[in-house]
């Protein structure tokens, strides 16, 4: 069982629609989690950290936290182009360790 | 204020010779983490480096190592390489190695092609 697991995609929705992209993780001791987007080309960008169970909202996004089911998830609402992206979902077993998701790629049609 | 810097930004190198990456955090920060990406393995860890000293370090061969400076830049090297060393290498910084609460901010990475 990978630590971070996330589905590849990818994931298609249409412009305007929410966007749910989903991330279960194994170590139940994690305490924090992040969410960063990469661009086809580009490096990865810090988009959402979450540190407690429920919603955090920032603009069009939202992270979920459910430490009990071992799951995190990112809601981008009214998605755009621009939106379309590699999403990785990063969590914080413990320490200096910070382990990755292989990534859901979102397409957001027009 | 100025990103993290990763230079080359790309490199052709053939197998058996041996490579140098550099990066330069973001003013203030003295964590430096190393990343390599592949289609197939995604983001896997290298090495942390914080204070000139190695704090963590991934699973990967001796062949992979690393060193930081008194200014917090940092270099990576690779010996030896290999075809499966094609890849990009992402450096990223943070204000400390506590990863719960000192996020990663990523360099554009270098992209490094072994033939």
């Known amino acids: 069982q990978k630590e971070v697991e996330q589905n590849s995609g990818p994931l298609s929705v249409p412009e305007g629609a929410i966007a749910s992209l989903n991330c279960t993780y194994s170590d139940r001791v994690s305490q924090s989690f992040f969410w960063y987007r990469q661009y086809s080309g580009k490096s990865p960008e810090l988009i959402m950290s979450?540190?407690?169970?429920g919603d955090k909202e920032d603009g069009r996004f939202t992270a979920q936290l459910n430490k009990a089911s071992q799951y995190v998830s990112l809601l981008i609402r009214d998605s755009q182009p621009s939106d379309s992206a590699t999403y990785l979902c990063a969590v914080n077993p413990g320490g200096n360790k910070l382990v990755f998701g292989a990534g859901t790629i979102l397409r957001v049609k027009s | 204020k100025a990103g993290v810097t990763q230079t080359p930004r790309y490199l052709i190198k053939t197998r058996g010779q041996q490579v140098t990456l550099s990066c330069s955090p973001i003013s203030g920060h003295r964590s430096v983490s190393w990343y390599q990406q592949t289609p197939g393995q995604g983001l896997q860890f290298l090495f942390e480096?914080?204070?000139?000293?190695?704090?963590n370090k991934g699973n990967f061969p001796g062949r992979f190592s690393g060193r930081q400076f008194s200014n917090s830049r940092s270099e990576m090297n690779v010996s030896t390489l290999e075809l499966g060393d094609s890849a990009l290498y992402l450096c990223?910084?943070?204000?400390?190695?506590?990863?719960?609460?000192?996020?990663?901010?990523f360099g554009n990475g270098t992209r490094l092609t072994v033939t």
């Open positions: 979450i540190y407690s169970n």
């Open positions: 990223a910084s943070s204000v400390t190695t506590d990863r719960a609460h000192s996020p990663l901010h």
């Open positions: 480096y914080f204070s000139e000293t190695q704090r």
